[in-house]
Structure formats: C-alpha cells, structure tokens
C-alpha cells in the first residue's frame, strides 16, 4: 500500500487563478513560486465548483437540442449516458458520457490548484452535483461516468481498472448497472493499495454513493427484471 502524503503541488505548474496570492511564498528569496493560498474558504469554494460542474445535465440538455424530447420521461427516466442511448441515437450517447467524464476530470484539476485537500473536496461535491442537481429537483444521474473522470484526476490506474472491469462485466452479462455496481467495488479495493489513505477514502465514498444510487437496480436484478443493453447494431 502507498504511504505517500498527497501533493499539494501536484498539477499546479500551470494554474493561474487568482486563489495565489503575491505575498504567500515558498520562502523569502525574490523570485520563489507563490503557494496556492491556504484559507477556511478554499474547501467551500472547491465544494461549491464541484457542485456547480456536477449539475450541469448533459444528457437532459443535448437529448433536448437533438429533439429527442426529455430524457428523463424516456427509457428509466436517468439523465446518464446509457439512458440517452435507448433513444437511438449513439452520439448524442457517446457525448453525454464525454461531458459527463469531462466535468468529474475538470473538477479536480481545477481545485488541485488550491491544494490536494480542495481536489479531493471537489472530487466528491461533483459527484453529488451529478446525482443531486438543484436544478432538476435533486434528480440527477447515477454518477458512474462523472466518477471515471474523477477518478482519471485523482489516481489514472484505477481509473483503468474501473473502466477495464466495467467493460468486461457488460460483455459478459450485458447489464449496464451491474457493470458500475462491479466497476465501484473494485476502484475502492485497488485504490486502498495504490493511493493515499485519505484518496482511498474519497473513492470509496464515491463508490458507496453510486451503490446507492443503484439501488432500485440492484432490486430489479435480484428479480431478474433488470433491461440488458445491446451490444450488436441496430
């Protein structure tokens, strides 16, 4: 298992935003970097860009401009990728799932810039934008995509892993929801032994959270009345 502390200066080279300011320095000497400023407002303000970005509905809004009516009285009524490709049409699909991993991914690079503890707030205030947007009632989607880019942020390699596991779990038994359930499970285990202890925690608490997200399909597949999706053309 890794014992390394997390870096807060990991991914900051390229940061501009205003949160650094000109008097806080690694030190005395003219010309040191200035730190990303440290303050009781930075978790807020990571929770509260998290949040924001998770909100966005990208499968509500693009299933909208293709004149696919509203998603969310389609199919199992989830804002999600897979939901949008029960409409039939497989890029606007293929895009809600890029939006989707876009903004879990942007979330915590963009925190990252005001330390590693704003990232990890920003990874999993996304989520919950996602599965709790304000703007749909606190309807949102599942979070399984958004959590692929968070986890592509926070620790790539389990972010492979998920992605790998998801994939061979629907080949096999063609359930999108059992894939995720799959997929979650084994991002927590793998990040125990590759990531940080308090990086750890935060996937698994993500993986919790879309668990139980997942709860009325995991009754409709204890029942057997859970939908497959397919994997041949139509």
Do not use: Q
């Not at 009781?40 to 401009?65: C, F, W």
């Not at 330390?115 to 599965?131: N, Y």
């Not at 692929?148 to 790539?156: D, F, Y």
């Not at 779990?169 to 032994?193: C, D, G």
């Amino acid at each position: 298992m890794s014992t390394a502390a997390p870096s807060s200066k990991r991914g900051t080279k390229w940061c501009r935003f205003p949160l650094t300011h000109p008097t806080l320095r690694t030190g005395s000497r003219e010309g040191s970097t200035p730190r990303a400023w440290e303050g009781e407002g930075i978790p807020l303000l990571a929770a509260i860009l998290g949040y924001l970005l998770g909100s966005i509905p990208s499968g509500l809004l693009l299933t909208r401009l293709a004149g696919l009516g509203d998603i969310r009285r389609i199919g199992s009524g989830n804002i999600g990728a897979t939901n949008v490709l029960r409409t039939g049409n497989k890029r606007a699909a293929a895009l809600t799932l890029a939006l989707d991993l876009a903004k879990g991914w942007a979330a915590v690079v963009i925190a990252r810039c005001w330390g590693e503890e704003a990232a990890l707030v920003a990874a999993g205030s996304v989520i919950i934008g996602h599965m709790f947007p304000v703007w749909l009632g606190f309807r949102g989607g599942k979070g399984v995509a958004t959590a692929l880019g968070v986890l592509i942020a926070l620790a790539w390699p389990v972010a492979l892993l998920g992605a790998l596991v998801w994939l061979a779990t629907v080949v096999i038994f063609r359930y999108s929801s059992l894939a995720a359930l799959v997929a979650a499970v084994a991002s927590a285990v793998l990040a125990r032994f590759v990531v940080d202890g308090l990086t750890a925690a935060v996937i698994a608490g993500i993986a919790l959270l879309i668990i139980l997200r997942h709860h009325a399909n995991i009754r409709r597949l204890i029942a057997g009345s859970e939908s497959r999706i397919s994997l041949t053309k139509s």
